[in-house]
C-alpha cells in the first residue's frame, strides 16, 4: 500500500516548499497510493474528484497541494488579506477533524515564513461566536472551513463583499449531498463562489465509494470536466454477525437484545454502535449503562439533538481513546478519524449496502487497517436481513445514487441570496444556476418563475415581494428581509424545541416540544444517556434532574427510519428464493445447510433462523417476487390484504395508494406499506374477486392514478411546510417561537386551490412522487404484479414474514373524496365507538 | 331562540341577526407585510361569507371582533376588506384585540344576548344573559375511524357563554382537548359544556364534555 520512498521526488512538483515536505518525509514513509494518484491531478489545478475508503490518507491526498500552493505564494510574497482556499464539509464535527490534522503541517509551514506573512487557517460555522466572525471579517483566513450553509450565508453578506479571492474549493464527503437538497444548495454555492474567483475555481472532492461516481462529478463540477481517482485497493472488511440465544419476531425495540450488545462491548477495546433511530441510540445507551455499571462513565451516547459541547466532549475522549462504547444514530457516520475504534457495531440491518460500508469504516482506522464490524439483528426477519447484507457487503454491491433534479424551493432559496449579495442581471443569474449540476435540465420558465415568486407575483397583484425586478436586474426589497434572510438559510426543516438544562444550567440537548407535552409529570426520559424527569418548564427551556424512575421513555424525534435500499431488496430477495428451493428440496435441514454454507450463519443463527422459517411454513411458503404472495385475513366487517413485494417502502408505499385509489370506490381505505409488502384495510363491500384485484395493479394510468391520490391524501400538506421553509415562503421556526396557529397544511390547501401551478405546489409534487413514492420504480413492480401468478392464502393470523407490516403500523388514509362523506364517515365511527 | 349554524355562526331567527367572529380580513396581507410570501388570497373568506347570507338572509350581522386581521391596511387593502364587507344585512362591528386603530364598538346587546369578543373574558355568567364571544379559535382534535387525528371547528356552550369558532379559512384553531386557554378552564370550571363540531356543511353535537387537565374530556358518552 506504502510506495517505496525514492518514489517521492516524483510525487509532487520543485516548487513545494521544502518545509512541508520534510514535515511529510518526517511522518509517512512515503504517499499512499491514493495520494499518488490524486496529486498527479491536484498539482495541476484540474478538478478531481476522488473516491477512497478512510484510512488512505484522503486528508492529504486533497489538502497537499493547497498547503503547498498557499506555502508557496507566501514564500513569493505578502499573502493578500483574503479567503484562498476553501474546505465545505457536511458536518461540523469534520470540519474540528480536519483543523486538528492540518495544525501540524501548517505550523510547518508558517515555521518557515516571517510572522507577519503566516497562513491563517479557521472553522466558520453556525456555532462561530461573535467575536470570532467579526475578528475573520476584519483578518481573512487564507483557509477557511466551513458548511455549504454558512458558505452560503457568508456570500451574502456585505463584509465578505471582498476578500474572497479562492483558487481551490475541498468538497469532504461528497457523496452524503448528492441525494438530499444540501446537495443542490451546495452546488449553487459552489457556483457562487467561482463567481467570486479569480481565475477557473479548482474544485477538489472527497467521497467515499460511490456509484455512479459520474454522478457525483457532475454534482462538483456541472459540465466541467473531472477526473476521477479511484483507489483500486478494495477496503478489507470482517463482517460478523453477532445473535443472542433468542430473538423477537418483529420489532426494533434495541433493549430486547441489549445484553447481546454488550457481550459483544466486553470483547473489544473501543466499541462504535450504530442504531437506525436517535430515539433507539438512547434507549440502548441507556440499557448499557444501567448493565454495565464499571463502565458507566466510559459510555456515552452521542447523536444531533444533544448539545454540541457534550457531543465535543465525546469525540474528544473519543480520540484519546478513553471511551469503552458510543452510541450513535448517524452523527458519527462521516469521516472523523478516531484511530481507537477497533469494533463498529450495526445494532439492526442497516437498509442500504453503503450505508453499511460507511458505518464499518469507522473502525480500523490506521493506514492499511481491517474494518471490523458486528451486525446485531433486533428480530428474526431481521437476521435474515443481516445474512443477506453481509453477503452484499463482502461482494461489494452498492447502490446508485438518485441525486434530486432541479428542486425549485432552493432554487427560489438561492436566488433570494443573490439578491441580498448584491443587484444582479437575471441573465447572470440564470447562467450562474444553469452551471450547478443537479440545475442542469432546469427550464426557462421554472427559473422565471421563481423569480417571479419571489417579486410577489402570482395570480394576484404583485406586491409585497422579496425582491424587486427592474430593467432585466433583481435586488433585495428592503434591508429588514435581506437581514430576515440570513435566519432562513438551509433545506432541514425541524420541529419546535426545546432545550434541556440542568439545574446549574449545564445543557444536555434538545427535544421536540410534543414529546414534552405528552410526558406525564415526573415521567422519567432518558437524554444524552441519563435519566431525567422535568423539574420545571420555562418557555422553550426545561430544566432537568436525576431521575430514579425505574420506567423511562424515550423522546422521539422526527426523521425516520432508512428505507431498504433497491440494491439490499434484491440482495433478500435472491436469499428467499435460494431458501425456499433449499426446503422444498430437503425441508429444514436442507435450509439450515444452506444457511451454513452459502450464508455462513453460525449453527445457533442457523437454527434460529430455520425454525422461524419452519414457523412461516405452517401459515405459507417463504414470499418471493414470483408468484406473488398475498395473505388474506377476513374479520366480520373488514377484510386486511396483504401483498408481499420486496421493493422498499417507497414502491410499496406507492402501490398500496392507488390499489386502494382504484379499490375504494369512494369508500375510505386505510393502508399500510414497509419494507416487503403493503397491506390494505377494506370494507367487505368492496369486491377484492382475483380479477378485481388484478385490476387494481394494471400498469396503465399507473403514475396518473399515482399523482391524483397522492392529492386526495394529507402527505402534501404535511410535506409542504419544509418546501415552504427552503423556498423562503414562511418563516424558519427557531427556538423561542411559539407554536403556530396557522398550519403548512392550511397554506397548502390555499394554494391548491387558488394557485395551483405554484412553484411550491409543483416541487412539493416532484419531491414527493420522487424521492418518497420512487414512481418509476412503482410502476415497475405494478406491472410485475399485474403480469405475475399468484399465490392467495387466507389466513387466520397474518404469516411469520407477514407480521413486521404489522408490528410498524405506520398508516396512512386514503380519504374519502367529498369532505362531507368523511365527515359523516367520522361521526358513525365515533358513535360506534361510544356505543360498544 | 338560537341556532348554531354550520358556518360557525349563531343565528338568531327571530331577530334575523346573525353573529360570526374572527374573520381576520387581510391575514395573508398582514403576513406579506411581515416578509413572507403568502399567496395573496382571503383563502374563501368572502364566498363564505356571501353563502352565509344566501342561506339565512339576515338582517343584520354581528362581527364579534378580530375582524380586520392587522393595523394600516394598505390602500388595496382596504379596498379588498371593504369590498368583502359590502353585502346586504346591516353590519355591527365589535371590536377585537386585532382591531387596532378601529373606532368598533366595545359590545352589542340585544334580547338577552350580550357579544363581546372574548379576550377580556369576564369572570362568571351574567345573570339572565347568554354572552357570545370568539377570540379562542376553538377546535377538538379528534381521532376518525383510521386512528388520524383530524382538527374540527368546535362551538362550545356552557355557564351562560357561547364560544364561536373562527370564520377565517385560515384559521387553524386550538385544541379544546389539549391545549385549552387557561381563562377558558378557569371560566368553565366544573361546569359541563356541550361541544358542537361542524364541518361547514353540517353540524355534530358531540354531548357534554368537563374540563380534564389540559382541557376537556367526555363527561358521559353522546346518544343521537
Known sequence: MTAPAHHNKKAWPEWVPPSLTTWFNNHFTGPTQTQQLAWRRTFHGGNVLILAPTGSGKTLSAFFSVLAQLGARANRGKLPNAVLAVYVSPLRALGRDIFRNLEEPLEALNAALPAANRIRMEIRTGDTAPNDRARMSRRRPHLLLTTPESLSSLLSQQPWRDGFEPETVIVDEIHSFAENKRGSLLALTLERLQARAPHTLQRIGLSATAQPADAVAQLLCGRRPCAIVSDSIRRVHRLEIHTPLALPAAGYDPGRIAHAVIDAVQQAQTTLAFTATRSAAERLGLALSLLLPDDEPNIAVHHASIERAEREAVEARLAAGQMRAVVCSTSLEMGVDYANVDQVLLIGTPRGVSRALQRLGRSGHKIGGVAFGRIVPLSLPDLLEALAMRQAVLAGYIEDLQIPQSPLDVLAQVLLGLAVERPHKIEEAWELVLAAGPYLNLTRPDFDAALNYLAGGGQVLARFGKIVIEDGTFKVANAKLAREYFQAIGTISEDFRIRIVTKNYRRLGEVEEGFLTSLRPGEAFSMAGKAVEVESLHGAIAVVKPSTSDRVTTPRWMGGKMPLSTRMAEEELRLRCHLRAAWSEGGRPNVEFVLRNVYQATMAQAELAAEFIARQYHAAPIPIDDPVQIEFITRPKRRVIMVHCLAGRAVNQSLAWVAAHRLAQGESVVSNSDDHGHLLVLSNKIDVSEPALRRAYNPDNFLIDLEAVLKTTDTLGRRFRAVAETGQLVKRRGSGQRFQAWNGALIYQTLLTYEPDHLLVKETVRETLGDMLDAPNALRHARHIFETKWEIFEQPRPSPFALPLFAAFNREVLLAQDPGKAFDEFAASIYEEWND | ?224
Open chain 2, 1 to 224: 331562540m338560537i341556532e348554531l349554524h354550520p358556518s360557525g355562526a349563531l343565528w338568531l331567527p327571530e331577530q334575523g341577526t346573525a353573529l360570526i367572529a374572527d374573520l381576520h380580513l387581510g391575514f395573508a396581507w398582514a403576513q406579506r407585510r411581515r416578509g413572507e410570501l403568502w399567496p395573496l388570497t382571503d383563502a374563501g373568506a368572502k364566498e363564505k361569507l356571501d353563502a352565509l347570507c344566501r342561506d339565512l338572509n339576515p338582517q343584520t350581522l354581528v362581527l364579534v371582533g378580530d375582524i380586520i386581521h392587522a393595523p394600516n391596511p394598505s390602500p388595496e387593502e382596504a379596498q379588498l376588506i371593504a369590498a368583502t364587507l359590502n353585502i346586504k344585512p346591516q353590519i355591527i362591528y365589535v371590536a377585537g384585540n386585532h382591531d387596532r386603530g378601529q373606532n368598533y364598538q366595545s359590545e352589542w346587546r340585544a334580547d338577552g344576548i350580550r357579544a363581546i369578543h372574548g379576550d377580556e373574558l369576564p369572570a362568571g355568567p351574567e345573570p339572565g344573559t347568554l354572552t357570545v364571544v370568539g377570540h379562542f379559535h376553538p377546535v377538538m382534535k379528534l381521532r376518525d375511524a383510521a386512528q388520524i387525528k383530524r382538527r374540527h371547528r368546535a362551538f362550545l356552550h356552557g355557564n351562560g357563554l357561547i364560544v364561536l369558532p373562527a370564520f377565517s379559512p385560515f384559521a387553524s384553531g386550538t385544541d379544546m382537548r389539549d391545549e385549552m386557554p387557561a381563562e377558558l378552564q378557569t371560566y368553565f370550571g366544573k361546569n359541563e359544556v356541550d361541544v358542537t363540531l361542524t364541518s361547514g356543511q353540517k353540524l355534530l353535537p358531540l354531548g357534554p364534555y368537563k374540563l380534564g387537565r389540559n382541557g376537556f374530556r367526555a363527561s358521559r358518552p353522546a346518544t343521537r
